[in-house]
């Protein structure tokens, strides 16, 4: 949750996101979902087409999701959706523990009760998105409350 200076019934920012954010998120689901395979190759001339923007954009999100690890980008032979080994699994778990619990305390030492709330009810979509193995809304819904 990200702290304002908002006082209560004053409306949030709108978060605008770029056009290769879009894309970007775009990937990351067909990636989640299976749809891309690890270690298989990104049909970039398809997925363009598909997702009706423009080749920078696109290759833009590709090297934005490099970054996070999610897809190895290799110079003039195109991009693959990375392969995790159980370690690299383990390693991404480990500190992701570590930011989260850092989080979490810094979270009850400022949250307003408000804001509390709101991650409570967050939680508790999750809780049912997760039960009922909706993957895609859970992980959307996981990324907005981290």
Same mark, same amino acid.
């Given at each position: 949750m990200e702290s304002t200076d908002l006082k209560p019934g004053q409306p949030a920012a709108v978060r605008i996101e770029t056009l290769h954010d879009q894309v970007a998120g775009s990937i990351r689901d067909l990636i989640i979902?299976?749809?891309?395979?690890?270690?298989?190759?990104?049909?970039?001339?398809? &997925?363009?087409? %598909? #997702?009706?923007?423009?080749r920078t954009p696109f290759r833009e999100a590709l090297r934005t999701l490099a970054a996070e690890g999610l897809v190895v980008v290799r110079p003039s032979k195109g991009a693959i959706v990375r392969k995790l080994t159980p370690e690299d699994v383990f390693s991404m778990l480990e500190l992701l523990a570590h930011l989260?619990? &850092?989080?979490? %305390? #810094?979270?009850?030492?400022?949250?307003?009760?408000?804001?509390?709330?709101?991650?409570?009810e967050l939680h508790q979509d999750m809780l049912a998105l997760y039960e009922k193995r909706d993957r895609l809304p859970y992980y959307k819904l996981n990324q907005e409350f981290h």
């Amino acid at each position: 949750m990200e702290s304002t200076d908002l006082k209560p019934g004053q409306p949030a920012a709108v978060r605008i996101e770029t056009l290769h954010d879009q894309v970007a998120g775009s990937i990351r689901d067909l990636i989640i979902e299976g749809y891309l395979e690890p270690g298989s190759r990104i049909d970039e001339t398809s &997925l363009i087409e %598909q #997702l009706g923007v423009s080749r920078t954009p696109f290759r833009e999100a590709l090297r934005t999701l490099a970054a996070e690890g999610l897809v190895v980008v290799r110079p003039s032979k195109g991009a693959i959706v990375r392969k995790l080994t159980p370690e690299d699994v383990f390693s991404m778990l480990e500190l992701l523990a570590h930011l989260e619990r &850092l989080a979490g %305390q #810094l979270a009850c030492e400022r949250a307003t009760d408000d804001e509390i709330r709101q991650m409570i009810e967050l939680h508790q979509d999750m809780l049912a998105l997760y039960e009922k193995r909706d993957r895609l809304p859970y992980y959307k819904l996981n990324q907005e409350f981290h």
